[in-house]
């Protein structure tokens, strides 16, 4: 199993003799603790990774141990909480400078880590971290290619099992087994089924309101493989769409290509959410988008970087972003589209070709 230590600390302007990633209890398990490490099994909960330049270990719980050791990582079992602590403090002794992700470290590991190491300074590196994840490695794009192409072939079957009078959460239902049956761990995250009104709720999670003749269906899902995912949304509509309903759609549908257009290593992200914002508020959609363009994808949903007005980032060949402008109107309901792509020299991979056509189920 790859690791990521060399990577990360060519990845780093903060000087440290180790990085420490603690974990705490589900959910609060750094995703970085399985992007450095790669493991793909276990929870791995209180346990410890120590990154050095050229190496890697892992303090585990019995619990974890076999998930650890199979991965092909150094690992170290400890019985209770005094013998971690007594190994983390024997394997940092002598260093001046640790690292740790304080983004996703609770306060109570935060003083476990600063009691067991005593006087040594803690760095806060959740930048450089960030910034490893930010580019995509080879072994990672392989993994989450696999889960757009789990995801894709899944979205192509929705039509086939939403009909007029399905609940959301049993259209919700049948796409996870579909994505898992296509060999996916399981969702992303939990996949989003919107009917109707509700459309127009960005992070709706389904319910039992059935879908009717004349309403939107939104549907925001992705597979989880290997550790790695992926993140779709595509707007359907049961039976035929009124005027405003089919402009709505043109609109971001038009919306996503200028924002996939203007893509390519270089740009910036407060450009490319622009000229996505731009098609919208132009039409009488005006004021409707709002949230940013797009984000981060990798061990996480929400990884490193944004498509967005408030953050000036530059892409880079390897970055693996959403593309997911979107608009809603309360009551009446909401549209988005959404892809996954990878960055390159000059312009986008689109990940998950999933049909854009403005689909009746």
């Known amino acids: 199993m790859a690791t990521k230590e060399r990577w990360i600390f060519s990845s780093m302007k903060i000087e440290v003799d180790a990085v420490v990633i603690m974990n705490g209890v589900e959910p609060n398990v750094d995703r970085s603790f399985f992007y450095a490490t790669g493991i793909p099994n276990g929870l791995f909960e209180g346990c410890i990774a120590i990154i050095e330049p050229r190496r890697m270990e892992v303090l585990s719980s019995n619990l974890e141990e076999l998930s650890s050791r199979e991965a092909g990582i150094r690992t170290t079992v400890?019985?209770?909480?005094k013998h971690r602590t007594e190994l983390l403090a024997r394997r940092l002794k002598g260093m001046d400078r640790i690292g740790i992700n304080a983004h996703d470290l609770t306060l109570s590991n935060y003083r476990y880590i600063k009691k067991a190491v005593k006087k040594t300074k803690l760095v806060d590196v959740t930048s450089d971290m960030e910034n490893a994840r930010l580019i995509k490695q080879p072994d990672e794009v392989k993994k989450i290619q696999k889960a757009c192409d789990i995801a894709t072939k899944a979205g192509k079957e929705i039509p086939e099992f939403v009909k007029e009078g399905e609940a959301e959460t049993s259209a919700a239902a049948e796409l996870n087994y579909r994505m898992m049956k296509l060999g996916a761990t399981g969702p992303s995250f939990v996949t989003a089924v919107a009917f109707g009104a509700k459309s127009a709720e960005p992070h709706y999670m389904p319910m039992q309101r059935r879908l009717k003749k004349g309403q939107f269906a939104l549907?925001?899902?992705?597979?989880?493989?290997?550790?790695?995912?992926?993140?779709?949304?595509?707007?359907?509509?049961?039976?035929s769409p009124n005027a405003k309903q089919k402009e709505m759609y043109d609109v971001v549908a038009e919306a996503q290509q200028a924002a996939l257009d203007s893509i390519h290593a270089g740009?910036?992200?407060?450009?490319?959410?622009?000229?996505?914002?731009?098609?919208?508020?132009?039409s009488r959609f005006k004021g409707r988008f709002i949230h940013s363009t797009g984000h981060g994808l990798g061990v996480s949903v929400h990884d490193p970087g944004s498509i967005s007005a408030s953050r000036d980032m530059v892409l880079k060949e390897g970055m693996v972003l959403t593309v997911e402008p979107g608009t809603y109107i309360k009551g009446f309901g909401g549209v988005r589209i959404e892809d996954d792509i990878i960055v390159t020299k000059n312009g986008c991979k689109i990940l998950t070709p999933l049909t854009k056509e403005f689909v009746r189920v």
């Open 219 to 239: 549907f925001d899902y992705g597979a989880e493989y290997g550790r790695y995912v992926s993140d779709i949304t595509r707007t359907f509509i049961c039976g």
């Open 78 to 81: 400890f019985d209770n909480d």
């Open 267 to 282: 740009a910036h992200g407060k450009d490319v959410d622009a000229s996505a914002r731009t098609v919208i508020d132009k």
